[in-house]
Nanobody
Framework: QAQLVDSGGGLVQPGGSLRLSCAAS????????VHWVRQAPGKGLEWLSS????????YYVDSVEGRFAISRDNAKNIAYLQLSDLRPEDTAVYYC????????WGQGTRVTVSS
């Protein structure tokens, strides 16, 4: 059974950093792109970043480019989203996703940015 498990969220002060992890199991992780999306309180889903299966291409929404960095380690079946220079508006639940027609979502990890 294909599964993604998100972790790494927490409470951080403005300007701080966190590294989110997305551990994959039950499928050939190296064949799929990985995407991160978030949902802020009371708002809809927002796509943040994507990385293709062999790490040659990465993409970011404008609001996080330069502050967030996506990466992956296919040998370990893990993807990461490094969050830096966090702002209160980054407060959200963050999900990694495999979009494939048979989509797989992580359970989400909560990030709270507050002083």
């Amino acid at each position: 059974q294909a599964q993604l498990v998100d972790s790494g969220g927490g409470l951080v002060q403005p300007g701080g950093s966190l590294r989110l992890s997305c551990a994959a199991s039950g499928f050939d992780f190296s064949r799929y792109g990985v995407h991160w999306v978030r949902q802020a309180p009371g708002k809809g889903l927002e796509w943040l970043s994507s990385i293709d299966n062999d790490q040659e291409r990465v993409y970011y929404v404008d609001s996080v480019e330069g502050r967030f960095a996506i990466s992956r380690d296919n040998a370990k079946n893990i993807a990461y989203l490094q969050l830096s220079d966090l702002r209160p508006e980054d407060t959200a639940v963050y999900y990694c996703v495999r979009f494939s027609g048979d989509d797989v979502w992580g359970q989400g990890t909560r990030v709270t940015v507050s002083s």
